[in-house]
């Protein structure tokens, strides 16, 4: 609508401005060295919601990271939408390969470089940008909230908790997510599903000691061997995942749904040309994108172990470690998926080591029914600012708290997502670019207004 | 004898001092940062030599690490002795596990705690004080020269340069060495043999990024998955090593030798429980002390690869590296096994990664004929002291630049080491116990007077 155009158009370097201080704040939700940035970054997000019309807006301390929750209510009649988002962001190592700091945000090609520009700061802002967009020009036409996490990225341990407690609260008609991506400008998308998340860590433990490599050296198994051999069994030469019962509570997709995707514009000699290798890799008898979209996976995120400094030391190491991670999809339990990777580690352990294997966090995946009014409203605000109608995709990551909302809240959710898959996001020299978050900002108030008018 | 074990008494306390100061020094030649510490120790052990009675003692700049040369000639007529150590150590990495610090020595029950205790500070210096032992005494039967290098834990780089081009200054009748160790004090042994070394570093290179893993985990080879696979192909299940061609040139021990191995008393059980495994692991037929003497190995010395800190971090990483090294045996060549390595890794790389692998440094096997009379008067020594004739044994360690100096010497090797294998060599917590440190004093002058009248 041309009124909130031409007021964003006026506030655009301010509304820049205003993400960019957001993005100087180190909140790594992981390091317990950044605690006090998690407050800093939350009491800035409580301030940017009643500076942009929320009527009121709190922080909720939590036994990890606060929550932010804001609202303005302007008519109980009307259809409430509930807006969720997170504060904080992953760690930024490797360091080294940042080209500016990460939390020392660059303009270049109109790209926003920092972490979190995109996942997930510069998405929720747009949302706060929208509310005072809609507050000013006078068209906000339902009631709206706003639960902001510093969480996510460590699995929001301690959102079931607040959301349990506070459903009179959260009381609202729809969930509205930005924090995924679309195809491109060119080829606007909507995600209908976000896959689930097992995330666990092993530690293998051979000696009870480092040891020197000639004088023991094949006579005692080595934790980092015997760690790789158990790694290297969990993919089988087509590259199954071989944990006994993974696959067991998988919902195939049909034939239909795959020729669908099969649609969506993908261009595999440019995907592989974009990361750089040569070809690409996954389960045999699936395309890549229903290798990130519809098929759960198994990846190592993590391994070390012995001497990793500069030149050679001659040790046969008393232990290794490795992080893993499944996605899953549905109908994949997070629960479930856990117990049997860490069941496989521990029980394939071979002799003369011993393995723990532990849970980090996990997450249940969660799907968008496409013939929702929620979904349609959000296709109509995408091909009213875009002029075409948005592909439905299935993406690859993981919301942890999605099925959670849908269970507590009895609420359907809606993916909104402004970035792209090339957003660097968890990498080094995580970007946004600014039409993006533009867009995004211009396109939200639309959904507002659709789907108020769809109640 | 009497003399000296008097003078050695009544010295004891300064000879543990000395030491003491050299083990302050952290002289890891592995790492640039400690470059001056290098020069430091060798100026240290340069005024040791002088102190201790060498008539010249004299630091030698190579492209790397300096060598110290010293000697004491009474009579040209007389043999000549060529004492190798070296004053370099290896990191003290992990220094966590360290219950005291790596270069500020602790003295407990008896035992001195020190990064370089043993391995070799300790036992080159041995040397140092036998020699003050004799020249106080009047019973120095030898002539003797001291080479003491600064590589000999990055592969002795540069001291192949230095033999070659000092064949004169080296000109000697044998070589002592003293940087191995022995069963215990109860049985005391000699080793006839070392391991060759043959180490490579092989870095792994997926996408061009760091990846999130939900986003392309399934598309894309993770280059931890894969170095996990090239690494576990390298043993088969009875743990043969799987390299083509490893195997070739190994001499395969008789029967008779490994029947006079078995006689060495080993107690399998008190081995695992010294180590804290369940049980032992190795190359299936044959014994522990045939997989650490006689047997080639394959170790994986280090290992890392994406997110290794605290928490939890959904990355597809986009490099993994390892640090893999090989013992080698009699008849096996350095060069021809790195290379084999190098080839393995590079050729079985999974499409959707590249592979570098490259030499760290190598050494090659060597052994000392025992019906040589070197050998003897080491045994002869050993009785003297120890009461009992020595073991002879295969060690499992490396000593890289054995080979060289039979080839370009043409001089035998005799090990006559007097520390013990739960020393900790490379590991944290390195010791050597006071009693091994006097009695190789006492034991030193014992060769030099056999060698001396074997002539």
């Known amino acids: 609508m041309q009124v909130w155009k ?12 205003e993400l960019l201080a957001l993005l100087r704040i180190p909140s790594v939700s992981a390091r317990t060295e950044n605690k006090n940035d998690m407050l800093t970054c939350a009491e800035a997000v409580k301030k940017g919601l009643l500076d942009a019309g929320a009527t009121t807006a709190t922080i909720y301390p939590t036994e990890g990271h606060p929550i932010v929750y804001g609202e303005k209510i302007i008519d109980p009649a009307l259809p409430t939408v509930l807006v969720y988002g997170h504060y904080d962001v992953q760690p930024a190592d490797p360091l080294e ?19 979190g520009s995109a996942d997930d700061k510069g998405q929720f802002y747009m949302h706060v940008k929208a509310l005072e967009t809609m507050v000013e020009t006078g068209t906000l036409s339902t009631n709206i909230k706003f639960l902001i996490e510093g969480e996510e990225e460590v699995g929001s341990p ?13 009381d609202a008609n729809v969930i509205l997510i930005s924090d995924t991506s679309m195809i491109s400008m060119e080829n606007p998308s909507i995600d209908i599903g976000v896959r689930g998340l097992s995330y666990i860590e092993v530690e293998v433990t051979g000696p009870n000691r480092d040891l020197h490599s000639g004088v023991y050296g094949g006579a005692v198994a080595n934790p980092i061997t015997m760690l790789s051999k158990m790694i290297a069994s969990c993919h089988d030469e087509n590259n199954h995942i071989t944990i006994p019962g993974f696959y067991d509570d998988v919902v195939e997709s049909t034939d239909i749904e795959r020729a669908k995707m099969a649609e969506a514009p993908f261009d595999a000699t440019e995907y592989a040309k974009d990361l750089g290798v040569q070809t690409l890799w996954g389960e045999k008898g699936y395309s890549s994108n229903e290798r990130t979209g519809i098929r759960p996976t198994l990846e190592v995120n993590g391994i070390w172990g012995g001497y990793t400094g ?13 992080k893993i991670s499944c996605r899953l999809v549905p109908n994949q339990s997070s629960e479930v998926i856990t117990e049997k990777i860490i069941n496989y580690f521990t029980s394939i352990a071979p002799a003369g080591v011993t393995v723990k294997a532990s849970e980090h966090h996990g997450g249940e995946p969660y799907m968008t029914p496409i013939d929702s009014k929620e979904y349609q409203a959000a296709a109509s605000a995408i091909a009213a600012t875009f002029g075409k109608d948005p592909i439905p995709v299935r993406g690859g990551g993981s919301i942890p708290i999605c099925a959670l909302f849908e269970k507590e809240l009895g609420l359907k959710i809606v993916f909104m997502g402004f970035g792209l898959d090339s957003d660097n996001l968890h990498s080094p020299n995580e970007k946004f670019d600014i039409v993006n978050f533009y867009k995004g900002i211009e396109t939200i108030p639309y959904f507002h207004q659709f789907y108020a008018s769809s109640k």
């Not at 390969?97 to 972490?115: C, E, H, M, Q, T």
């Open 97 to 115: 390969l940042w080209n500016s700091g990460p939390f020392d945000p660059v303009i270049k090609d109109g790209k926003i470089y920092a972490r």
């Open 310 to 322: 500069e030149g050679a030391k001659t040790v046969l190491p008393s232990k290794a470690f490795a």
């Open 158 to 170: 301690n959102l079931a908790t607040f959301v349990k407690a506070n459903k009179a609260l959260l």
């Open 6 to 17: 031409d007021y964003q158009e006026k506030n655009k370097d301010r509304f820049l401005e």
